[in-house]
């Protein structure tokens, strides 16, 4: 973790049993070694926590594409609906006078009219 050689840790152990004195050395050890873990523990718990944002914001991305993906193609399905719809009605239904059916009959109700004018 800390790239420490054999070396540096000669020097680190003779410099702390001079300091700290060969009586509250194990005691100084046992404290440095529970604030060390405690410190390794919050780095590791926040390394998860942000791991577990960027898969989260990586998701987040992933379901607004596909959904942008989703509305653009209802939108192409709804203008390939209304094109064929348009181009149905204009060779399906030509330009017919009102009253009249595409056989060349004239509708009921013109003919109901036209019993009325002759009574």
């Given at each position: 973790?800390?790239?420490?050689g054999f070396a ?5 152990a ?6 700290i004195g060969?009586e509250?050395?194990?005691?100084a050890?046992?404290?440095?070694s529970?604030?060390?873990?405690k410190i390794?523990?919050?780095?590791n718990?926040?390394?998860q ?5 960027l898969?989260?914001?990586?998701v ?8 942008e993906d989703l509305?653009d193609?209802a939108e192409n399905i709804h203008?390939?609906?209304?094109k064929?719809?348009?181009s149905l009605?204009?060779t399906?239904l030509?330009d017919i006078p009102p009253?009249?059916n595409?056989?060349?009959?004239k ?13």
């Amino acid at each position: 973790m800390f790239d420490i050689g054999f070396a540096e840790l000669v020097i680190i152990a003779v410099v702390s049993l001079l300091v700290i004195g060969p009586e509250r050395l194990p005691a100084a050890i046992r404290t440095g070694s529970v604030w060390l873990n405690k410190i390794r523990r919050g780095f590791n718990d926040i390394k998860q926590e942000v791991q577990q944002e960027l898969h989260n914001d990586a998701v987040l991305q992933e379901l607004r594409k596909t959904g942008e993906d989703l509305k653009d193609q209802a939108e192409n399905i709804h203008q390939g609906i209304q094109k064929t719809a348009e181009s149905l009605a204009e060779t399906a239904l030509p330009d017919i006078p009102p009253g009249e059916n595409p056989g060349g009959n004239k509708s009921d109700s013109a003919d109901d009219s036209a019993e009325k004018d002759q009574v």
